[in-house]
RNA sequence: GGUCCCGUAGCUCAGCUGGAUAGAGCAACAGAUUUCUAAUCUGUCGGUCACAGGUUCGAAUCCUGUCGGGAUCACCA
């Protein structure tokens, strides 16, 4: 149980003790002190005015006096209006202080009962081009989303559902047959992933040339889009690739082959991994007999070409396709047959989907049709939502090519965190290989952490000259507030001042240092909340919060200094709890939190 | 047109299960270094929380409407 619900438990028993009556769950308000105010609680007594028939004042008095009396947590209080501003004792906070361990990750969240197995799915890339600055949202998104909630202690399959197969397959396969002289990622020197996006950029050149060729020859233009050879022979590709053609198989294998080296590469930098990987060229035929079995169940129906529907116009939706006429599945099709699969495969209690909000009417949909169908299941589909990235020359537009690589990004990130650190001599004295590692630490810090920071649900702006700040509420300014502790802690150690670190708890807190504890104290419910919302930026907001409220107790502080041998050991203990729950916060983002830089 | 999301300082964003005088960072200006990392800290400037109604002791927060921006409504994925 924490603070607020054993004050707001001791609360209630007031009002029965006091007024004799029973309060509804809720009705009772504890928050946050404000800073500008004194006290570490506060209780809004508005609520109970109708109870206590006092005034305001005089009702926050009265329950403040019982409080302070029958409330050991409860040191003093005082009554601003409404609003009765509780202070915790001190012995509360050094025992906390004390009785936790902050040493063993996420040791000390309270894993919830029902611990559940989820599977969240993220990333899903088509393997006809690299990733872009998109990518990198869902990607973060999904990666931390997946440690937030094993830190709340549920066992997560992190699954990766890789577009491998259709049309826009086929276009690069055909681009690079036709002309690419049989170039490969050695031959070339370019990443797989790269270098197959851009034979699928070259197919887009060459059809439109195709295209504006016909229209000049008097053809329409959808009629052109439609009859260009080139397309043409894409989708006779396709059909040669369904048909399991050798020649065609073997191409694909080989140029999905590239593509997987290159994407290995840009995950393993960005720090992601996948428990589970997915291939729709293994999946694209899944939900078909599950159609078919609704239908006959009476759950869709059929028209009379054929094609296979539902109507949703009673949920306030449309009718929507589930298969064409001539039999073959569509998107959604598929999503019924792996969302089954998934919880026959591994027993799982929630399927999580990290996926753009163009597509928030799709997952809507799927999980009304699986409801309908009859799956117990059908509402433990969650669909994490997140907003566009956009530019601030506006949206990201591949065929304008304002389309930030994935790649690039992070080699940016990586050289400005490079230039900056030199021109600080953070890198003197490094060896190479250190200076290497800690300025991508750094560039790949600011990078995550400007994306993690927003409210995944909204759309946000991405300027790259902000994202390189290192000053202010950013990735590094977190990074470098926790590399001072550490240094701080190791000046300790080399003072002898540390062996015995267990709190005196007669010693006296100041305001500081009580807003220090309390902003480490807030640590797990932060994580609790951050799981319940699917929001990352919770976490880091919150690491922003500790990180600025311990320089503001450092720059008061000559901690090592200090005279009293109790008090010295209590803030070393204190900035060694701080320097451990940055770390942890950070390490729910994906981002790493150097001892030095 | 239907549905969904967003609108908070010049800019980027917090705050939203209703609570006190709406907060940070950037930018601008003024300061701080005998001390553990100045990639730091302190201060000043900056607001009709898009607008209008409603609900009530109290609304940036909830409801309704209007305006503005975005997404979506394919026999694409």
């Not at 029965?16 to 609680?41: I, M, S």
């Not at 906070?93 to 040493?103: I, P, R, V, Y």
């Not at 020359?393 to 090519?401: D, F, L, T």
Request: aromatic share 10%.
């Amino acid at each position: 149980m924490n603070l607020e619900q054993i004050l707001t438990q001791r609360a209630e028993e007031a009002v029965v003790a006091l007024y004799g009556t029973k309060l509804d769950a809720n009705v009772l308000q504890v928050q946050e002190t404000r800073k500008e105010f004194v006290g570490d609680f506060t209780i809004v007594v508005f609520p109970l005015l109708k109870i206590s028939k006092q005034s305001p004042e005089a009702t926050a008095t009265t329950i403040g006096d019982y409080l302070q009396t029958n409330c050991s947590e409860v040191k003093a209080y005082n009554v601003i209006k409404g609003f009765l501003n509780l202070v915790i004792a001190d012995i509360f906070w050094l025992k906390f202080m004390s009785e936790t361990s902050f040493d063993h990750q996420y040791g000390y969240v309270k894993i919830s009962d029902a611990s559940a197995m989820k599977m969240i799915e993220y990333s899903s890339p088509n393997t006809n081009k690299p990733l872009h600055l998109g990518h990198i949202r869902n990607n973060l998104l999904g990666y931390s989303l997946s440690k937030i909630l094993t830190a709340n202690g549920h066992c997560i399959i992190k699954a990766n559902l890789v577009n491998d197969r259709g049309i826009h397959i086929c276009k690069s396969m055909l681009a690079w047959k036709r002309w690419g002289n049989g170039e490969t990622p050695e031959s070339s020197g370019k990443k797989g992933d790269h270098l197959v996006g851009d034979y699928y950029v070259k197919f887009d050149v060459e059809y439109k040339k195709e295209i504006d060729q016909l229209v000049k020859q008097g053809m329409d233009k959808e009629e052109a889009t439609r009859k260009a050879p080139l397309i043409q022979e894409a989708q006779e590709m396709l059909r040669r690739w369904e048909s399991k053609d050798p020649g065609t198989i073997a191409l694909w294998e080989m140029m999905n082959g590239w593509v997987y080296a290159g994407f290995d590469a840009t995950y393993q930098q960005l720090g992601v991994d996948f428990d589970r990987m997915y291939y729709e060229s293994q999946t694209y035929l899944l939900g078909k007999e599950i159609v078919m079995d609704g239908l006959k169940r009476g759950v869709f129906y059929q028209k009379e070409d054929g094609s296979v529907w539902i109507d949703l116009t009673s949920d306030g939706l449309d009718e929507k396709l589930l298969l064409r006429s001539d039999g073959t599945s569509v998107y959604i099709t598929q999503d019924i047959g792996t969302a089954c699969q998934r919880f026959e495969e591994y027993g799982i209690d929630e399927l999580v989907y990290v996926v753009g909000n163009e597509q928030n009417y799709h997952f809507q949909v799927l999980s009304l049709i699986l409801d309908k169908l009859g799956y117990p299941w059908a509402k433990s589909l969650k669909h994490m939502s997140y907003g566009m990235v956009e530019l601030p020359e506006g949206k990201m537009k591949s065929r304008e090519g304002t389309v930030v690589d994935a790649d690039d990004l992070m080699a940016e990130m990586i050289d400005t965190s490079r230039e900056m650190s030199q021109e600080l001599g953070k890198l003197d004295g490094l060896s190479p290989e250190e200076a290497d590692k800690i300025v991508q630490i750094i560039g790949l810090g600011a990078l995550k952490y400007f994306i993690l920071k927003v409210d995944p649900k909204k759309n946000m702006l991405f300027d790259p000259k902000e994202s390189i700040d290192f000053n202010g509420n950013t990735g590094p300014f977190i990074q470098y507030t926790h590399a001072r502790i550490q240094s701080v802690l190791r000046k300790a150690a080399e003072n002898n001042l540390d062996d015995h670190l267990e709190i005196d708890t007669n010693i006296v807190l100041n305001a500081k240092e009580v807003s220090l504890i309390h902003a480490v104290y807030n640590f797990p419910k932060t994580i609790n909340d951050a799981a319940e919302t699917f929001s990352p930026a919770l976490v880091a907001n919150y690491a922003y919060e500790l990180a600025k409220e311990y320089n503001q107790f450092y720059h008061d502080y000559s901690i090592l200094r200090e005279e009293n041998p109790a008090v010295r050991h209590f803030r070393i203990l204190l900035s060694k709890y701080t320097a451990q729950v940055i770390r942890l916060a950070l390490d729910l983002l994906g981002i790493e939190a150097p001892e030095r830089m």
